[in-house]
């Protein structure tokens, strides 16, 4: 997990589709849009890696909320799938910098 998160971290992908300003994740990093966001998860997962319970968390992220992180998913919706030992108050800042740096854009099926 943690090797994932690193190699996808590395290279950034940039999608302009939206009001990218409007997703949570990138709100709760304190960015305006995905570049800046996700220069400030990397920040964020650096120092995760160095906590133990964020370790934790991360070390079970795909197992907890699924294999597909979303642009638009919520990070406080989100950290209610991990047990009480897993999560403190940095949790769902965690979880933002997770889905800033490896969520797809969510798109519909066409019929």
């Known amino acids: 997990m ?4 690193k190699s996808w971290s590395a290279r950034a992908r940039h999608t302009g589709t939206r009001q990218e300003g409007s997703l949570k994740a990138v709100r709760m ?6 570049v800046d966001a996700r220069r400030r998860a990397g920040q964020a997962l650096e120092r ?3 906590c133990t319970c964020c370790r934790s968390l991360l070390a079970h992220v795909f197992e907890r909320v699924g294999s597909t992180l979303f642009l638009d998913d919520d ?7 991990f047990e009480d030992s897993e999560r403190d108050r940095f949790s769902a800042r965690v979880l933002a910098a997770c889905i800033v740096m490896v969520g797809r854009e969510r798109v519909a099926v066409a019929l």
């Open 48 to 50: 995760a890696w160095r």
């Open 2 to 5: 943690i090797a994932i998160l």
């Open 75 to 81: 990070p406080e919706v989100l950290v209610q799938a």
């Open 29 to 34: 990093l304190g960015a305006e849009g995905l």
